[in-house]
């Protein structure tokens, strides 16, 4: 698999933090590959999509998009390869929802700042793809939260990029649209062999979409792998200090996990004979 994005051996932390807030991290990303980025608050996820991008340079360490460190491009480059969707929007005023998403194609137009044809096709393919066209006049800032983080990823899809880095991306969406959201992403990594790094809290859509599955806590990757490698009761348990109960959809044969409370083992069958789950029975 082709290397798309790359952090390597990278400490990094804020101005005037006393300590760092990823240490040592090791992150691969090829294309065609969707990976999520899970772990409790403050394990550093945020931290990492901002050093990824390369918005914050590491203290030690280094980060590479497409073969080449990423210290040594400037954000317009950055930007005609790599796209980001924070986990807060901030729309500007008084743009309507296409204009926003139009904002993708300004890394590759000119000083002008001319769309062309094909710009204003990929615009219209983007908002088609996020279920948008009925919005695209509205004013932006006015929309749902859940509808501006939809803008905000039509935008991102807009540009083109080679990765995509998104932080929260299902935050304020409802069932429905997230899980459109995320069988988009599946569909636009495979497709156009995007390298799609998404960090994210629900352990069972991550599952479910995810190729590879990278654990963090206090600032380290705690494992890294497939989804019946790396997520089991043991391994979920010692990066979120609780207990998950682990079983197996009947329909789709995808993991999912409940959290116990008091310590109740129920029973079950096991995911798998060696699954050190002491739940099961």
């Not at 954000?75 to 929802?97: N, P």
């Not at 990823?153 to 880095?165: D, F, S």
């Not at 069932?175 to 495979?190: A, P």
């Amino acid at each position: 698999m082709r290397e798309c994005l790359s952090l390597r051996a990278v400490t990094a932390g804020y101005e005037g933090a006393a300590r760092p807030q990823l240490r040592e991290v090791e992150l691969r990303l090829g294309a065609g590959e969707l990976v999520c980025v899970l772990g409790p608050n403050g394990a550093g996820k945020s931290t990492l999509v901002r050093v990824a991008s390369g918005l914050l340079a590491p203290w030690k360490g280094s980060v590479h998009l497409l073969g080449g460190p990423i210290a040594t491009l400037g954000r317009a480059a950055i930007a005609r390869s790599l796209a980001v969707v924070e986990q807060m929007q901030d729309l500007a005023m008084g743009f309507s929802v296409r204009e926003v998403v139009a904002m993708g194609r300004a890394p590759h137009q000119g000083t002008w700042m001319r769309a062309s044809e094909s710009d204003e096709a990929i615009v219209d393919d983007a908002l088609e793809r996020c279920d948008l066209e009925g919005l695209a006049h509205r004013p932006a800032h006015a929309l749902s939260g859940g509808e501006q983080k939809r803008v905000a990823i039509a935008r991102a899809l807009a540009q083109g990029p080679k990765v995509l880095l998104l932080d929260e991306p299902g935050a304020f969406l409802d069932v429905r649209h997230q899980l459109d959201l995320y069988e988009l992403l599946v569909k636009e990594v495979k497709e156009r062999e995007l390298g799609c790094l998404v960090v994210m809290h629900d352990l069972n859509v991550a599952a479910q979409f995810a190729d590879r599955i990278v654990l963090m806590k206090d600032g380290r990757v705690v494992a890294s792998g497939a989804v019946e490698e790396v997520m089991t009761w043991q391994t979920l348990k010692e990066t979120f200090d609780a207990d998950l109960y682990c079983g197996l959809n009947d329909l789709t044969g995808a993991r999912f996990f409940l959290p116990m409370r008091g310590g109740a083992h129920p029973t079950k069958a096991p995911v798998s004979p060696d699954d050190p789950d002491p739940t099961r029975s």
